[in-house]
């Protein structure tokens, strides 16, 4: 089988950075064709092309990693994929908690818990590495198609340049939220998918000391909102929530300029989706499902980028043992799915039920639940306690659910509340329902079937 050239193509990308990016125009058939140079595909690409395959990546973008983000990402995460020193903004040892009557809490750490990154810059040394490894890059180009048969996979693309096709043995697919690339594969969960908006502008903040997060109904209904410096000047202001922001970034936006917090706005707000549920099924005949667009984004907080780098090594390595076994048919390519739900599984599903359970709130349950979460001595015991971790919430959310005082207010909560937690593991008690009102068989309905 014969395919176009392939082109690397990186025109927003400084000189230096695009001479290490080599120029392949030799290939024929690929082995792994990457949609999305996005962290997920990035990585995949990396490790794919380390263990030998002839892999490319196709993005839409020319710049890339200019994906709306904020660039939050956690210890382990900087651990196991260390940015380069450049591109870390700076680091978050603390953060002041804004409850929805106004009242501040401050959070902190010992350590350094999360690191505010270059995001763009991020994506695109990890775009550098695999294209040292030997990975192409043919960026501009928009998939319109995907065919898939016995002896292979063949990617369609469109782009100022006309019509181009590309072959190879199997195509990873990390294209990000809501990307029509998963309807060409079967994989696209219609109308069912869950997911959030977040909306983020630059603003001037030239007093910003810390990440501050705001809470409340007005800001962002069952979420939140932030401040997260960049630089003495410069800080991100954004919101997410499953609801519609109508109007809610605008009167953000206005409050903190009235509180002195925020001296101007740099640029228009953006908004882009955020997935909190993963996919039915992130595997396929010759086909793999990576990152944002599989639903790999932990539901508290919309955080996804740790878990795309997860997931893309993940799915490169079952895209190995699909080539060793010469199977590249679902059943070949299914063990990715057990391997991502090992690592991620619990994660995603009890993160998006301790979501649900949040978005079920009102402001006074908001209230009552920071200030005793957030008091000096439950802060130290959580803050010290071996589950905490910025990227794994899971252990947090289930240690706050047994804890004596946090738990038995978490119960009290009403409900709305009480229905979630036998989906928390956390059965409710004939006497819980009593006290909570719930009705006899209501506490299982919410939520629906996770995975
Ligand atoms: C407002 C906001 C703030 C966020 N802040 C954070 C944060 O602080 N920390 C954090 O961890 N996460 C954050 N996230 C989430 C994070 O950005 C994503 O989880 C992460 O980028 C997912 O990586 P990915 O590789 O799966 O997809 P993406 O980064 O979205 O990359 C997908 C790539 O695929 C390309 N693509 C899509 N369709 C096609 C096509 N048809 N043809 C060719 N190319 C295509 C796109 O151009 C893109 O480059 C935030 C999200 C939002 C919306």
New binding site residues.
Partial sequence: MQTQPVRNNFPCVPRSVRRALAVNRSLTLLDVIV????????IAAHRLSQLGYKVAV????VN???????????RA?VERYPPDQADIYRDAQSATVIAPSGKSHEIFNERPQAY?IN?VAF?ASLARRASEAGASYILG????EVQRTDSGVSVH?SSVAGARRYQARVIVI????G???LRMVGLDDGGSAEYM????TEVVADRLEGTEVYLGETVAPGSFGWL?PLSDSRALA?L?SRHKLNGHMPRFLYSLKQAGKVRSVIKEP?????PIKPLRRTFGDRVLV?????G???PT?????????L??EIAADSVNSAFVADDFTAGGLKRYESEWKAVLGRELRIGYYARRMYEALGDDQVECLVNQLLSSRIQQEFMSAREFSFDWHSGLILKAMGHRELGKLIRSLGPMVAAFLPRLGWPVTAQQRVESEVPTGQASVPGGPFL
Avoid: H, M
């Fill in positions: 949609v999305g140079a996005g962290p997920a595909g990035n196709l993005d839409w973008r890339i990693g200019e994906k709306l983000c904020t660039g939050i990402v956690g995460c505010i995001r994506v180009e928009n998939v319109v693309t990390a294209t990000g939220f990307s029509p690339v908006v977040g909306c983020q997260v954004g997410v953006k908004r882009w989706g955020i990576v990152g944002d667009a599989a790999f984004v932990k907080t919309g955080g996804g980028i740790y878990y795309a780098l997931s893309g």
